[in-house]
């Protein structure tokens, strides 16, 4: 990043899980920042968050808080973006979000910056860039070194991910739950519709017409824009674990061209924003743990499908509010400003 270049960023939903992970990803990989405008509900106007060891105030959410500045990365719910970031987008200053208000939209890029940086160019258009749902970024990242290699056919893939998805008060009701539970009290539900402690939720986000959930149908249609793929078969089933950071998958793809385990993990050895963690004698398999606080994906369980001609299982994990939401989001960013401001 050239030194002279100093940009101006607001953070849309600063208060909320991802918005402070991405004030701590601006200070952490140094970006350039010039001004850095703190924005949420008028709930949280007058708060102060650190950044760079000053506590900077919280203003609420106004378009003409965008006036002046260059980029604003919005964290603040569907809603919130799909009313400000043309807002924003009008007066200059170029949007990557992080809700799914506009990852669809055919004028908008969809973005991970390991597998196609490329879309970026095409921001122009309506001054925003999407940022992935958090369970399609990890399983791309993964999946883009063996569809240029072998080509996917077909992808089935099961989610074990964390409430830190929902947000804060998400964190705070399994916390409560557990808790109570272990207290031999009953858990109280508010944010999902049964208790997350000691139980699993095939459900995130909402129910469709299909059957099956939002979030699923995220996984299908962002991997199919973001490696530019219609033909490409997804089926997906999202499940809420009691787990507070990291998303854990279970993948197999049906490869075009035969590949061969072995020869999978070393080419996602090299693979850029991997860490293959696969070393089953001595019990190394990639953990929620180990993702928590770290922006790389996890891949390892990398073995032959002994049920088909060409498949692969994986085992892939990614801190959710980390690479999931707020560094992929900054990322593109980085690249924006290096390669378009
Ligand atoms: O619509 P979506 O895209 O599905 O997103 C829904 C929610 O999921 C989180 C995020 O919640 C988002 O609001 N989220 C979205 N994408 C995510 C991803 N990829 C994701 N989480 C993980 N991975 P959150 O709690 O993390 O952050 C919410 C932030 O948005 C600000 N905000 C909300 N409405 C706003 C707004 N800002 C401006 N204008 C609006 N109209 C919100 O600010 C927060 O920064 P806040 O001031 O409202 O929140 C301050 C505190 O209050 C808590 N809170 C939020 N809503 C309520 C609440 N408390 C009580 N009741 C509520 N209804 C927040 O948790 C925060 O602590
Ligand atoms: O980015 O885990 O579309 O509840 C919305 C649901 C993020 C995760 C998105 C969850 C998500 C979220």
């Known amino acids: 990043m050239t030194d002279q270049k100093k940009v101006n960023v607001a953070v849309v939903g600063a208060t909320g899980a991802v918005g402070n992970q991405m004030i701590a990803c601006l200070e952490e990989r140094n970006f350039p920042v010039g001004t850095l405008r703190l924005l949420a509900s008028s709930r949280s106007a007058g708060k102060r968050l650190g950044y760079r060891g000053e506590m900077l105030p919280v203003e609420e959410l106004r378009a003409d808080a965008f006036e002046g500045m260059h980029i604003a990365l919005f964290s603040a719910g569907g809603r919130v973006s ?18 799914s208000a506009w990852r669809m ?3 908008v890029p969809l973005v991970v910056p390991e597998v196609n940086a490329h879309a970026i160019a095409g921001y122009t258009k309506r001054g925003i860039i999407a940022n992935p749902n958090c369970s399609t970024i ?5 999946l883009n070194p063996i569809y240029r290699r072998y080509g996917i056919r077909r992808i089935v893939v099961a989610t074990y991910q964390a ?3 929902t947000g804060k008060r998400a964190i705070e009701e399994l916390s409560g739950q557990t808790r109570a539970v272990l207290d031999g009290a009953g858990a ?9 402690a000691f139980n699993c939720l095939p459900h995130i986000d909402v129910f469709l017409d299909n059957g099956y959930t939002k979030e699923e149908m995220k996984m299908v249609n962002e991997t199919r824009k973001i490696l530019e ?25 049906e490869t075009r061209r035969h590949a061969i385990a072995a020869e999978v993990r070393e080419l996602l050895r090299q693979a850029p924003g991997v860490k293959v963690v696969d070393d089953p004698a001595a019990n190394r398999y990639p953990l929620a743990t180990d993702a928590q606080g770290q ?3 996890l891949v390892g369980r990398i073995r032959q499908d002994e049920s088909i ?23 593109i960013a980085e690249v924006l400003t290096e390669k378009y401001l």
């Open 82 to 99: 799909a009313r400000f970031a043309p807002q924003a987008a009008e007066r200059g200053c170029v949007v990557v979000d992080n809700s």
């Open 105 to 107: 939209d055919p004028e």
């Open 138 to 142: 990890q399983m791309v990242v993964a």
């Open 163 to 165: 409430v830190s998805g």
């Open 188 to 196: 109280a539900c508010s944010v999902y519709p049964h208790p997350i």
């Open 229 to 253: 793929d219609d033909t490409l078969a997804v089926s997906a089933t999202t499940v809420r674990v009691p787990v507070f950071y990291g998303h854990s998958e279970a993948v197999n793809v």
């Open 295 to 297: 922006d790389l994906t």
């Open 309 to 331: 001609a060409d498949g692969i299982n994986l085992w892939v994990v990614a801190d959710n509010i980390r690479k999931g939401a707020a560094t992929n989001t900054v990322q």
